[in-house]
Structure formats: structure tokens, C-alpha cells
């Protein structure tokens, strides 16, 4: 596995448990659809707009069909063969990141593999000042 992330990549405000659900879900997912020996990347960057950050999850695996791409995240839909998944974690997944403010999206290519992209957004806390009276 491939791990590249920014540096000084900045923290997000959120539940740990739920977060750390979804990035296994969708590396389940992606394990499942590579090949054995092909490598899988997790990728960190700032957003496009500077206040977001932006990690993808690609597999290099056979992809996802073009005609049931935009189906990954309804519930119990799968890809998977019979009694190797429920149709529910990209689709929890989504659910556990809106509720923590952020998107998640899917680009696939047949042949090629897919990635996942979960944008979040950054939570400055403000300064605390402390007055003596």
C-alpha cells in the first residue's frame, strides 16, 4: 500500500470510530477488486479551494462498469458476488462523511480501477485568550 500525504496535512474535527469505518470500508473494497501483487494508493492533499482536505483511496483493480457506477452508493448494491457483501459500506461510508460535513465521489475506469474521493472540510478552532482581572 501506497501512503502519500501532504505535509503539515491538517486535522479535521470528527469521531474517530466513524472515520476510521469508512477509510476501512473503502479499503476492503478496494482489496477486493485488485488484482494480488497491484498496489493500492492513499492519497492526502489540501482542496482545491484551501479549505478542505481531499483523500483518495485508488485501487488499480478491473474498475467498475460505466452503467452502474452512479449505483455504488445506494444501499445493498454490490458488485460482489453472492454472500461476499452486504451493499452497504460505500453507502454508510457516504452517510458517515455527510454527516461530518464532507462529500464523498467515485471515478472508475473498466480495466483500469477506481478511486474514491472524500473531501472534508477544515475546522479551525478559534484562539482562546485568557484575561487576569
Known amino acids: 500500500m501506497d501512503l502519500k500525504f501532504a505535509d ?6 470528527g469521531d474517530t470510530q ?8 473503502l479499503l476492503l473494497n478496494a482489496l477486493d477488486a485488485s488484482t494480488k501483487g497491484k498496489k ?3 492519497m492526502g492533499t ?12 485508488i ?9 452502474i457506477l452512479s449505483f455504488v452508493f445506494d ?3 454490490t458488485t460482489k458476488s453472492k454472500g461476499k457483501g452486504t451493499g452497504l459500506g460505500v453507502s454508510v461510508s457516504q452517510g458517515i462523511i455527510a454527516t461530518h460535513g464532507g462529500t464523498i465521489t467515485a ?10 474521493t472524500i473531501v472534508f ?3 479551525n478552532f478559534p484562539e482562546i485568550h485568557t484575561f487576569s482581572l
Open 8 to 13: 503539515n496535512f491538517p486535522k479535521i474535527h
Open 18 to 25: 466513524k472515520i476510521q469505518q469508512v477509510f476501512v470500508n
Open 40 to 42: 493500492l494508493q492513499i
Open 46 to 57: 489540501l482542496g482545491n479551494t484551501g479549505d478542505t482536505i481531499k483523500v483518495n483511496v
Open 59 to 67: 485501487d488499480y483493480g478491473q474498475g467498475i462498469a460505466k452503467h
Open 75 to 77: 444501499s445493498f448494491f
Open 107 to 116: 471515478k472508475s475506469e473498466e480495466g483500469s480501477g477506481s478511486c474514491f
Open 121 to 123: 472540510p477544515i475546522v
